[in-house]
Nanobody
């Protein structure tokens, strides 16, 4: 069975840092472009970042320079290091293979439970 388990969320003050992790199983992780997505209060499911199979990263403009995504294929894991957190970063964060995500299958809530990030 496919499993995506997000962890590492918590409550931080603005300007603080958190590192999220997502551990995957049940599919070919090493050949999958992985993405992080988030859903804030009253918002839709938004793309945050992605990482290719060879480690190239892409970020939405609002997090560029503050967030850093990495992957560890030995452990089927992707991480999202978040620094200089802002109030608007507060959301539930999800990971998913980018290829799986579409209008009928949003990343937020379709597979993993997500991990809550609260910024005050």
């Amino acid at each position: 069975d496919v499993q995506l388990v997000e962890s590492g969320g918590g409550s931080v003050q603005a300007g603080g840092s958190l590192t999220l992790s997502c551990t995957a199983s049940g599919f070919n992780f090493q050949d999958s472009i992985m993405g992080w997505y988030r859903q804030g209060p009253g918002n839709g499911c938004d793309f945050v970042s992605s990482i290719t199979t060879d480690g190239m990263t892409y970020y939405v403009g609002s997090v560029k320079g503050r967030f850093s995504m990495t992957r560890d294929n030995a452990y089927n894991r992707v991480n999202l290091q978040m620094k200089s957190l802002k109030l608007e970063d507060a959301a539930v964060y999800y990971c998913a293979p980018v290829a799986w995500v579409g209008p009928a299958r949003p990343a937020c809530g379709s597979w993993g439970q997500g991990t809550q990030v609260t910024v005050s």
